[in-house]
Antibody, heavy 121, light 108 residues
Framework: EVHLVESGGGLVKSGGSLRLSCTAS????????MNWVRQTPGKGLEWVSS????????YYADSVQGRFTISRDNAKNSLFLQMNSLRAEDTAVYYC??????????????WGQGTLVTVSS | QSALTQPAFVSGSPGQSITISCTGS?????????VSWYQHHPGKAPKLLIY???NRPSGVSNRFSGSKSGNTASLTISGLQAEDEADYFC????????FGGGTKLTVL
């Protein structure tokens, strides 16, 4: 059975930092492209960052570029998101998710339950 | 990329069918970008319902079906059941990941 378990969320002051983790099991993590996606009550779902299976390709949403860093440890089946210079608008539930993509197909097949990040101003 | 437009709320009675729309533009949904649909019970992990516009993953009930016409993709749930009460959202990749605003389904 597939499991993605996020951790590391919490309450932090504006300008502070947090490091999110996502531990995977039940599938081939080391050959999977992984993502962080966040959900806010006001703006809905927003893709945050993606990392390819061997970390050779990394992408960020404009809203977090320069402040967040995605990384992974395939030996530990773990995905990370280092979040610096946090802002109130980063308050959201953060999900890790695996994406499957081909020449025409793109979708997320596995998601975690999410971890809540609250940034207080 | 602009977000995809979904109705905020949809409701139906047990046994009925409902359809949730996901409207984009001629540059995404209307230009053959592939749509996926997800079910999300709050506090749980979102679940893939439909991929590649109209395909169901193994284990997903055939009560869920996807379609697309013009700039609008649709998710139809037939034989509505109480456990279908959840949030539903659509997504596609068009130079970046784009999501719908989500639809809350209430089973009356």
């Amino acid at each position: 059975e597939v499991h993605l378990v996020e951790s590391g969320g919490g309450l932090v002051k504006s300008g502070g930092s947090l490091r999110l983790s996502c531990t995977a099991s039940g599938f081939s993590f080391s050959s999977s492209s992984m993502n962080w996606v966040r959900q806010t009550p006001g703006k809905g779902l927003e893709w945050v960052s993606s990392i390819s299976s061997r970390s050779s390709s990394i992408y960020y949403a404009d809203s977090v570029q320069g402040r967040f860093t995605i990384s992974r440890d395939n030996a530990k089946n773990s995905l990370f998101l280092q979040m610096n210079s946090l802002r109130a608008e980063d308050t959201a539930v953060y999900y890790c998710a695996r994406d499957l993509r081909g020449s025409e197909t793109y979708y997320y097949d596995y998601w975690g339950q999410g971890t809540l990040v609250t940034v207080s101003s | 990329q602009s977000a995809l437009t979904q109705p905020a709320f949809v409701s139906g009675s047990p046994g009925q069918s409902i359809t949730i729309s996901c409207t984009g533009s001629s540059s995404d949904v209307g230009s053959y970008k592939i749509v996926s649909w997800y079910q999300h019970h709050p506090g749980k992990a979102p679940k893939l319902l439909i991929y590649d516009d109209n395909n169901r993953p193994s284990g997903v009930s055939n009560r869920f079906s996807g379609s697309k016409s013009g700039n609008t993709a649709s998710l139809t749930i037939s034989g509505l059941q109480a456990e279908d009460e959840a949030d539903y959202f659509c997504s596609l990749y068009s130079g970046g990941w784009v999501f719908g605003g989500g639809t809350k389904l209430t089973v009356l």
